[in-house]
């Protein structure tokens, strides 16, 4: 491998940027100055940037991100905080993707990753990955909303009743929703449709995986190979 491609794949470094670090003496490969950033490389070198030793990665990677309210899922294009931009740390960024969506302002669960066979996996209506949301509502809810939820609730310009949801009433104003697809701005539109309205929303849980208490809001961890494992709906490894 070509050493600015190496700088490149193991920092923010775009390759031209890499050429830079290199001619400026930033760049050390078992500790002798390279003479071109065309220099090949192999995985035994030892390569550090101002000091620091740079890792290749190899392999697809899962992140936890328990998502803050103000970010959108996207890696660019937006007038708004990029969820990605919470991933300090997390080089190539930009090649990774969110395994759906969560809205501006809701919080949560959100899984991101480069695993393109994964993420559909988790996304594909025939696999049925149930999805736990808390909700926080502006009115008391009405009485019939369990029941209107399990039937199945007619969307405002939408012609096809939502799939059989489980509602667990928390409060007259905090309730936990399972949904078992993924339409547009679903949970708010639900309790919009029984004259409601979604104050703040929180996504706890996508199948049987639940957000990791412990990871405080804006903050990410890689995935266990278990939590991979169960979330693909796989048998995990002992």
């Not at 190899?58 to 708004?80: D, E, M, Q």
């Not at 931009?85 to 669960?109: A, E, F, S």
């Not at 309790?191 to 929303?201: K, P, Q, S, Y």
Request: glycine share 6%; aromatic share 6%.
């Amino acid at each position: 491998m070509r050493l600015d491609k190496f700088l490149a794949d193991t920092t923010d470094l775009t390759r031209s940027l890499a050429t830079k670090a290199v001619k400026s003496g930033r760049v050390l490969v078992n500790g002798v100055k390279p003479k071109s950033a065309a220099a090949k490389v192999a995985d035994s070198d030892e390569i550090t940037l101002d000091g620091e030793r740079l890792i290749l990665q190899t392999g697809y990677r899962y992140i936890l991100l328990h998502k803050p309210a103000g970010y959108v899922c996207a890696n660019r294009g937006s007038a708004h905080p990029l969820v990605f931009d919470l991933l300090k740390g997390i080089t190539n960024r930009l090649d990774m993707h969110t395994v759906g969506r969560l809205d501006l302002d809701t919080t949560g669960l959100l899984l991101i990753t480069d695993d393109g066979q994964w993420s559909h996996h988790l996304t594909s209506p025939r696999h049925h990955q149930p999805k736990v949301y808390r909700a926080w509502l502006a009115e008391d809810l009405c009485a019939d909303a369990e029941q209107r939820c399990e039937r199945g609730i007619l969307l405002d310009d939408d012609p096809v009743p939502t799939k059989p949801a489980q509602l667990q009433r928390i409060s007259d104003r905090e309730v936990l929703l399972t949904i078992h697809e993924g339409r547009y701005h679903q949970v708010r539109r639900m309790f919009a449709a029984m004259g409601n309205h979604v104050e703040h929303l929180h996504r706890e849980q996508v199948g049987e995986f639940v957000l990791d208490p412990n990871l405080p809001v804006g903050e990410f961890r890689d995935l266990t190979e278990a939590e991979i494992a169960l979330l693909a709906g796989k048998p995990v490894s002992q």
